[in-house]
């Protein structure tokens, strides 16, 4: 029976060796069939890990919003007998926010093993380090663009938090950290905690808890263009 390998990929530069056992770079190393967000990425991350196959003949399908059902079952089973297939994100481990969630859909449907990998997921390390409730938390994605939508959104997430004593975590495009950083700043309670981590396994990796309070009279933390996450949890 084919089996699907959930593969982490990596938040950054930092070797393999330091993010991904060697039991899931071996199984990495050894298939012969992908399914991906982005082709070019996945090449990359598979030329960083390491291939028994030269590249060239390592298949990669392109996964899109719109790909559909059919289409993805079509790839599963197209993998000839006796190989497997592996997910891989654009970052991070494969199928939590992101996309490749229908292709597992797809392989539970089909009766095939799904086999999930350890890996870096930004989510849950920056929670750990968070220092915020790691027992209840909700993982929102981005916020709206819109400055008020955002505002209206990022205070009703806190209300949320102190209602249910929960973490709220989110994203935001690296070139509108600072915009992020600034609407937390404006819109949460002096008393709410927020941790910001940035660069999570890279070697500029930062990551601190302050309340909104502390983060007002302290130094503005570098954000640019970095990829960055942030938790809070309404006090």
């Known amino acids: 029976m084919t089996v699907l390998h959930l593969i982490p990929v990596g938040l950054s530069a930092a070797s393999p060796d330091v993010w991904l056992p060697a039991a899931a770079r071996e199984t990495a190393a050894g298939l012969r069939t992908y399914i991906a967000e982005n082709a070019k990425t996945a090449r990359a991350f598979l030329k960083l890990a390491g291939t028994r196959a030269p590249l060239q003949d390592i298949t990669i399908h392109t996964l899109k919003a719109d790909t559909r059902g059919d289409e993805i079952q079509a790839w599963?089973?197209?993998?000839?007998?006796?190989?497997?297939?592996?997910?891989?994100?654009?970052?991070?481990?494969?199928?939590?926010?992101?996309?490749?969630?229908?292709?597992?859909?797809?392989?539970?449907?089909?009766?095939?093993?799904?086999?999930?990998?350890?890996?870096?997921?930004?989510i849950m390390?920056?929670?750990?380090?968070?220092?915020?409730?790691?027992?209840?938390?909700?993982?929102?994605?981005?916020?709206?663009?819109?400055?008020?939508?955002?505002?209206?959104q990022l205070r009703a997430?806190?209300?949320?938090?102190?209602?249910?004593?929960?973490?709220?975590?989110?994203?935001?495009?690296?070139?509108?950290?600072?915009?992020?950083?600034?609407?937390l700043l404006r819109v949460l309670h002096d008393t709410t905690h927020l941790c910001?981590?940035?660069?999570?396994?890279?070697e500029d990796e930062w990551i601190r808890t302050l309340s909104i309070a502390q983060w007002r009279k302290a130094p503005p933390p570098d954000l640019a263009r970095k990829p960055a996450l942030f938790l809070y949890l309404a006090d």
Request: hydrophobic share 40%; glycine share 10%.
């Open 157 to 183: 997430w806190e209300s949320a938090s102190r209602k249910q004593r929960q973490t709220q975590i989110l994203i935001e495009t690296p070139y509108r950290n600072e915009a992020m950083f600034e609407a």
């Open 125 to 152: 390390l920056g929670l750990m380090a968070s220092g915020l409730q790691g027992q209840r938390f909700a993982f929102h994605g981005y916020a709206p663009v819109k400055p008020g939508e955002r505002d209206a």
């Open 196 to 202: 910001i981590a940035r660069s999570l396994t890279a």
């Open 76 to 122: 599963l089973r197209a993998v000839p007998a006796g190989e497997d297939v592996g997910l891989v994100s654009e970052a991070g481990c494969p199928a939590v926010a992101d996309p490749g969630a229908a292709v597992v859909a797809q392989a539970h449907r089909m009766g095939l093993r799904v086999r999930p990998w350890t890996g870096p997921s930004s």
